[in-house]
């Protein structure tokens, strides 16, 4: 049985740097941001992630998202266990100023003023819907903690 880890958390939160600090860089990692292009459904975009991850051969996926009451994770997690997948979820909580400061700092220092100010806009929106999740079915849950003194 393949395992999927499904790390989330509002957006500038740090899930990509919790990947590339507990997974190896040829670790499959989806980014399901990228799904986000096309016109379909979540439910759809969810399923074409999880068939991507069904036809790799590595022991573990990771997938990295924000979600929110349009894009289920217990319907994730569902779906993936129902196509034979181990799944755990670690949640990156980070107070939301935390999380501006973050975009702030990485994409100004890039002079990247439109591109963070766009992520600073979904952020606004993100942080009032995200779902940190209490407990899901056959599912291992990790919080992992970030604060200001935490480096990127």
């Known amino acids: 049985m393949n395992d999927l880890i499904i790390v989330t958390g509002l957006p500038g939160s740090g899930k990509s740097t919790y990947v590339s600090q507990n997974f190896c860089a040829e670790t499959p990692r989806i980014d399901?941001?990228?799904f986000w292009a096309d016109?379909?459904?979540w439910q759809d975009r969810m399923?074409?992630?999880l068939l991507e991850i069904s036809s790799l051969s590595a022991p573990t996926t990771v997938i990295e998202g924000v979600f929110g009451p349009e894009s289920s994770l217990p319907g994730l997690v569902m779906t993936a266990q129902d196509m034979g997948l181990s799944v755990k979820v670690v949640v990156v909580d980070t107070p939301a100023n935390i999380c501006f400061a973050g975009i702030v700092d990485n994409y100004l220092k890039d002079g990247?003023?439109?591109r963070a100010m766009a992520r600073a806009g979904i952020l606004y929106w993100k942080r009032r819907e995200f779902e940190r999740p209490e407990s899901l079915p056959d599912c291992e849950i990790s919080i992992v903690r970030r604060n200001k003194n935490d480096s990127r």
Do not use: K, L, Q, S
């Open 47 to 49: 399923y074409n992630a």
């Open 32 to 34: 399901m941001r990228r």
């Open 39 to 41: 016109d379909t459904t």
């Open 112 to 114: 990247d003023v439109e």
